[in-house]
């Protein structure tokens, strides 16, 4: 029991470098968000097409909304500021995205030929994808220089589920709950200073 308890005192004084989770978790998002943001933002007519395609109400205004969400929350979540108020709209829009770019398509981005989850709840999508890259990698060995082309990677067909807009949204959940973390960001520093730290 001693060695149990000694253990978890050790365990324990990790705890003074706890803000490296939000702080990896925020690292990892910003960027996402912040190409996506400026992705809209650049095209904001060709996404619109795609917005009104997929039966949002006034596309562009949606564009907008979507584009300035993302960059201005990656953004925030790269600096630490008001990380708990950004994750709230970030999440919304992972939902959104999720519902209505994602979800026909089922969970898994790329079509895995053995499911890493149980809930995956479009298999004939799988199915179908991988008949299509077999098809793809037949006509690339055919006709192109198929060595070259997957040197650096295999040849795949996305399928373009949920997945990581799911994921995304868990990582901003967790970020609403803990919030930026300490020391590595603007929240903690503007905390401080009015003494709610």
Do not use: C
């Given at each position: 029991m001693?060695?149990?308890?000694?253990?978890?005192?050790l365990?324990d004084?990790?705890?003074?470098?706890?803000?490296?989770?939000?702080?990896?978790?925020?690292?990892?998002?910003?960027p996402i968000?912040?190409?996506?943001?400026?992705?809209?933002?650049?095209?904001?007519?060709d996404?619109?097409?795609?917005?009104?395609?997929?039966?949002?109400?006034?596309?562009?205004l949606?564009v907008y909304?979507?584009?300035?969400?993302?960059?201005?929350?990656?953004?925030a979540l790269?600096?630490?500021?008001a990380?708990?108020?950004?994750?709230i709209?970030?999440?919304?829009t992972?939902?959104?995205a999720a519902?209505?770019?994602?979800?026909?398509?089922g969970?898994?981005v790329?079509p895995e030929?053995?499911?890493?989850?149980?809930?995956?709840w479009?298999v004939?999508?799988?199915?179908?994808?991988?008949i299509r890259?077999e098809?793809?990698v037949?006509?690339?060995?055919?006709?192109?220089?198929?060595?070259?082309?997957t040197?650096?990677?295999?040849?795949t067909?996305?399928?373009?589920?949920?997945e990581?807009?799911?994921?995304?949204?868990?990582?901003?959940?967790?970020?609403?709950f803990?919030g930026?973390?300490k020391?590595?960001?603007l929240?903690?520093?503007i905390?401080?200073?009015?003494?709610?730290?």
């Open positions: 001693q060695k149990l308890l000694q253990l978890q005192a365990l004084k990790t705890r003074k470098v706890d803000f490296l989770g939000p702080l990896a978790l925020r690292l990892y998002l910003a968000f912040i190409l996506a943001g400026m992705n809209k933002l650049s095209h904001v007519e996404v619109a097409s795609w917005f009104e395609w997929l039966g949002f109400p006034a596309p562009t949606m909304l979507a584009g300035l969400t993302e960059l201005l929350g990656g953004i790269l600096f630490g500021l990380v708990r108020w950004f994750a709209p970030l999440m919304f992972m939902i959104v519902a209505t770019a994602h979800w026909e398509n969970w898994h790329l030929t053995q499911l890493t989850v149980p809930w995956e479009k004939e999508k799988i199915t179908e994808a991988n890259k098809k793809a037949e006509i690339l060995k055919q006709h192109g220089n198929y060595d070259w082309l040197e650096h990677g295999s040849i067909i996305l399928k373009n589920g949920i990581f807009a799911a994921t995304y949204f868990i990582m901003l959940l967790v970020l609403f803990i930026a973390g020391y590595a960001s929240d903690y520093w905390a401080r200073k009015f003494k709610t730290v």
